[in-house]
């Protein structure tokens, strides 16, 4: 079956504007993650989303958004970007039952370059 | 509380020697394990997961990794290294809450 697609692969913007992420993920899973990931900080959990609603959410500014549609698709925004937004963007998707994550699939990420 | 710790951010073995990733957690009620390879630029790959079934578990390319309660460790293991295998590894951990904990991460350096 398919994996988790993220869409685009590589963007480059400018301090000041705005991006939107995209990422599918595998049929069936109700359950996606998003992560950021630098060479100093590591992965940093961005938001958790579940039938669309956000169910968890990590430490980051209100600049950080995201929606999740009834599809499971889901997209991140971020606003107002800054240099230190450059990154590794992680989706995950995974198949939760009850309370339990088996464990997530990956996308490939998009890597973000804010100039 | 929940987290895992990798010790050792940098490892450098030998090629077809032994590979020994560290990795030890805390949880205060049994978790899931987790071991996942991350290539330059792409996504985490899962190499194998412990769900409360063998405390050994093989996972792809080789690697295996064995649960052990009385040391809260979940090392991971392969017998013989190859060039293929640098890259960054992650050990993780998820419990009951649905929440998901990375390791800091472990850079493995193959040298021929």
């Known amino acids: 079956k398919a994996g988790v697609t993220q869409t685009p692969r590589y963007l480059i913007k400018t301090r000041g504007q705005q991006v939107t992420l995209s990422c599918s993920p595998i049929s069936g899973h109700r359950s996606v993650s998003w992560y950021q990931q630098t060479p100093g900080q590591g992965l940093q959990f961005l938001f958790e989303y579940f039938s669309e609603t956000q169910r968890n959410k990590g430490n980051f500014p209100g600049r950080f958004s995201g929606r999740q549609f009834s599809n499971s698709r889901s997209e991140m925004n971020v606003s107002t970007l800054e240099l230190g937004d450059s990154a590794l963007y992680l989706c995950?998707?995974?198949?939760?039952?009850?309370?339990?994550?088996?464990?997530?699939?990956f996308g490939s990420g998009t890597r973000l370059t804010v100039v | 509380a929940q987290s895992v710790t990798q010790l050792g951010s940098h490892v450098s073995v030998s090629e077809g020697a032994l590979v020994l990733l560290r990795c030890n957690y805390s949880?205060?009620?049994?978790?899931?394990l987790f071991w996942y390879v991350q290539y330059p630029n792409q996504g985490l790959q899962l190499l194998l997961k412990y769900t409360s079934a063998a405390t050994l578990v093989k996972g792809i390319n080789g690697f295996e990794a064995e649960f052990k309660k009385s040391e809260t460790s979940f090392h991971l293991t392969k017998p013989s290294a190859h060039m293929s295998d640098a890259a960054e590894y992650f050990c993780?951990?998820?419990?009951?809450?649905?929440?998901?904990?990375f390791g800091t991460g472990t850079s493995l350096t193959v040298i021929p």
């Open positions: 949880s205060s009620v049994p978790p899931y």
């Open positions: 993780a951990l998820s419990n009951t809450g649905n929440q998901f904990y």
């Open positions: 995950a998707s995974s198949s939760v039952t009850g309370q339990a994550n088996y464990g997530y699939t």
